[in-house]
């Protein structure tokens, strides 16, 4: 078994997500940390757990180069990732090992999750459904992935477990998707056999870590390298059935909405503008009614909507928040 952490400036997250690693119920592990170029205390804090890591260090190249870094060196029958930010329950890897080692049939397998974010309050759960959790049912083989995952947008980085043998044959993933680089990972590898799924919440997700001005600037440069829809999909498209089309067009609709929104973000309203045109029916959410409404009046209504929208973002992401103390 293979965990790979990929961290930058992660001083404040990292011993977390290491100790929720370490703590798992699974024993037969190993454990992978790439410092993808921090400038903080990252590396001291990973190597100060000797042996019980590998820790890797490279100049940053993004989160996904440093997954693959670490997958290069994986040498586990099965393989995984988690975000430094982020954290496990205990039984997280038992689960999952436990799930594909009785269901030969499936590539990969994913679990529920919960996620905080520094804008809201609120915790929203992956699937929505599992807020209730008598509601969660039976883990299982997923009959149709794409047709599960446009309903319920069940998957996200840190909630998959995949064998070594599905990255031997698929690959790592894109590392010049610098957004949703993770979905288009997920939706390539399932184009290879059958998912599971363990409904329980055994990842916490936790982006409440950076606020005000950090927050914003930590966006801002990720969102100026967003790529466009049609790039985001190429290597997916080509393999997928026919009976996944459908399915998988919600999903890029999703991914669409969020492409939108980063553009608008950093300025690039233009660009924007052509996702939003090329994808208008299938953009979801409000944000989707947002883009729609200002598509009405051409260019000339989005450009309002654009620098209105922005005006609004720099308020809202550098109001000063207090800092939530990390859980035991």
Request: aromatic letters at 12%.
């Amino acid at each position: 078994m293979s965990v790979v952490v990929p961290a930058f400036n992660a001083e404040r997250s990292l011993r977390r997500c290491i100790e929720s690693v370490l703590g798992q119920t699974y024993p037969d592990r190993e454990l992978i940390i790439v410092d993808d170029g921090s400038s903080d205390g990252t590396a001291a804090i990973a190597a100060s757990y000797g042996e019980r890591i590998t820790l890797i260090s490279q100049e940053n190249h993004g989160e996904c180069a440093a997954r693959n870094a670490g997958f290069s060196l994986a040498c586990g029958e099965y393989i995984t990732f988690v975000d430094h930010d982020d954290y496990w329950d205990p039984s997280f890897l038992e689960a999952c090992v436990g799930f594909l080692a009785t269901h030969p049939e499936a590539v990969a397998v994913s679990v529920g999750s919960d996620h905080r974010s520094a804008l809201s309050d609120t915790v929203r759960y992956m699937p929505a459904s599992l807020e209730d959790d008598t509601r969660a049912g039976e883990a299982r083989v997923l009959d149709d992935f794409f047709g599960f995952w446009a309903i319920n947008n069940h998957v996200c980085a840190g909630s998959v477990l995949l064998r070594g043998s599905l990255y031997d044959e698929a690959g790592g993933q894109r590392e010049d998707l610098v957004l949703s680089g993770d979905l288009e990972y997920w939706a390539y590898l399932a184009t290879f056999g059958p998912w599971g799924f363990i409904p329980r919440v055994l990842l916490h997700v936790d982006g409440t870590q950076a606020a005000g001005e950090g927050l914003y600037q930590k966006f801002y440069q990720r969102y100026l390298c967003c790529a466009t829809v049609a790039e985001w999909e190429r290597r997916v498209v080509s393999r997928l059935c026919p009976d996944n089309l459908g399915a998988f067009r919600r999903v890029r609709g999703r991914v669409a909405t969020w492409y939108v929104f980063a553009k608008v973000f950093v300025g690039r309203d233009r660009e924007a503008y052509q996702e939003a045109v090329t994808y208008r029916e299938m953009l979801e959410g409000r944000f989707g009614r947002l883009w729609r409404w200002g598509l009405l009046g051409g260019m000339a209504s989005w450009r309002v909507l654009a620098a209105l929208l922005r005006a609004r973002i720099r308020v809202q992401y550098r109001m000063p928040r207090t800092r939530r103390a990390l859980p035991l």
